[in-house]
């Protein structure tokens, strides 16, 4: 209607205000009859996050970006899942804490996509929807015992000492002597270093006080890290490994035995996974200088590696109470390559400990009755992070592609899908017209009774 149109600002450009009340309550949204503004909504201000929000606000001038978040605060894995004693590897926050200081972008914490406002909604109000909010839930164990007191998923214990409001009262027993860790990735070497660092080390980190407290008080002094397969098919990287390695006032245990015959066969490895056995390899076999001998040992804990064992039971302790051991089913390795995979050998063997900590892969969450979801693969459907059967609708991160790789794989991969959005907009794939973005969003949550941050 004539009555909604208004000069701009500086008397030249024209812009309309739509009113929708039926949809959207009483707003007043402009736009420019020039060049549309893109109103684009991320949800999840984790790395896949932030890093496609980044690359939709530096390829579009006029790109509009609002990042949901179920959290309070920002950052997702990046504050809540690396390790305390590596802040180094947060330092991506200050490249994402610029993003979110653009005048293009936004940040709502405390709202739940898929309870507290539907994809659908978010559909409705923006031009695209962008799903990053990773991969929350981990893989279960899904043996007996499973469910005892002193069995608890990695990623909890994670959450516990960084902060995580939902992990706060895990209060993990660590009276014990043995933990055993399930996983042989960087998250269970990051668990296996923060139960065995001295607290003085740790009291200079960013961990929380509380998990602070509880680790001085901790009577644990052997961890063992158990994988299915052999040292050749560990998944954590060589800086992890020289970490355990080096720690102070602790020694490793490796059995020789298991490395028999891997000086050949890691002369064709690529170089990374070359450098990582050398050093499997030296750790396992050499005889220690006088000075690291000495240091083996002085230490009052220890960390082994247990490979081809496969967890088959958790055991009670005689009440029924507790965790008391494990039972792990030998192994031997079946196919070559990328398909070899762990196979029993009717053997088992039980070991006893007091605390389990399950790291063998953490896995997404279908967000929404109407975001096709893949539950074997832990992904949503897409191709090349656009969705399948929904246009409008792009994934990023691990929801994308399942919870691998490091923060730059994430980065590349964000990236990507930001690029691909792009493409649809300016081949015109994407609604026309003005879209009410946050305003409308923040609409429906106030009449819900609810507050973003």
């Avoid at 020289?242 to 020789?256: A, F, H």
């Avoid at 002085?298 to 490979?307: C, D, I, T, V």
């Amino acid at each position: 209607a004539p009555d909604n149109w208004r000069k701009g600002e500086d008397g030249g450009e024209v812009y309309c205000v739509t009113y929708c009340p039926e949809v959207l309550g009483d707003f007043g949204q402009h736009f420019s009859t020039q060049e549309q503004t893109p109103q684009i909504c991320v949800v999840g201000s984790g790395p896949a996050g932030f890093y496609t929000a980044q690359h939709l606000l530096k390829h579009h001038s006029r790109a509009h970006v609002d990042i949901y978040e179920k959290q309070l605060v920002p950052f997702g894995l990046v504050r809540f899942g690396v390790a305390p004693d590596h802040p180094e590897v947060k330092n991506v926050i200050n490249t994402f804490t610029q993003t979110a200081r653009s005048d293009r972008c936004a940040f709502y914490g405390n709202v739940e996509v898929g309870r507290d406002v539907t994809v659908q909604e978010l559909r409705d109000a923006y031009h695209a929807v962008v799903l990053s909010y990773g991969a929350e839930d981990h893989q279960a164990l899904d043996i007996p015992g499973e469910e005892l007191p002193g069995v608890f998923a990695a990623r909890a214990f994670v959450g516990w000492y960084n902060g995580l409001p939902e992990n706060r009262e895990l209060a993990p027993d660590l009276s014990c002597d043995t933990a055993v860790i399930l996983g042989q990735g960087n998250v269970a070497l990051d668990v296996a270093r923060i139960l065995l660092t001295p607290p003085d080390h740790l009291e200079k980190t960013d961990i929380t006080e509380a998990a602070l407290g509880a680790l001085r008080q901790s009577r644990v002094k052997t961890v063992w890290i158990v994988g299915r397969r052999g040292p050749l098919q560990v998944a954590f990287t060589i800086k992890e490994l020289r970490e355990m390695i080096q720690l102070p006032g602790t020694r490793p245990m490796l059995d020789p035995v298991d490395f028999l015959g891997l000086q050949d066969r890691i002369k064709e490895a690529a170089r990374p996974r070359k450098r990582l056995m050398e050093l499997l390899l030296r750790t396992a076999t050499e005889k220690p200088g006088v000075e690291e001998a000495a240091r083996r040992a002085s230490a009052s804990r220890a960390w082994g590696l247990r490979f081809f064992r496969s967890p088959q039971q958790v055991l009670p302790s005689p009440d029924g109470w507790r965790v008391a051991g494990i039972r792990l089913a030998v192994t031997r390795l079946e196919g070559i390559g990328e398909a070899t995979r762990a196979v029993p050998t009717g053997d088992v063997e039980d070991l006893p400990c007091g605390l389990v900590l399950s790291s063998v892969g953490y896995k997404s969450r279908p967000i929404d009755p109407s975001v096709p979801f893949d539950p074997k693969l832990g992904v949503i459907p897409n191709m090349e992070g656009r969705v399948v059967d929904v246009p409008g609708l792009y994934c990023s991160g691990w929801v994308k592609r399942g919870p691998t790789g490091v923060i730059t794989t994430t980065m590349t991969d964000s990236f990507l899908t930001g690029q691909i959005l792009l493409q649809d907009l300016r081949a015109g794939h994407l609604p026309s017209g003005p879209r009410p973005g946050s305003v409308a969003i923040k609409a429906l949550l106030d009449s819900r009774g609810l507050g973003p941050v």
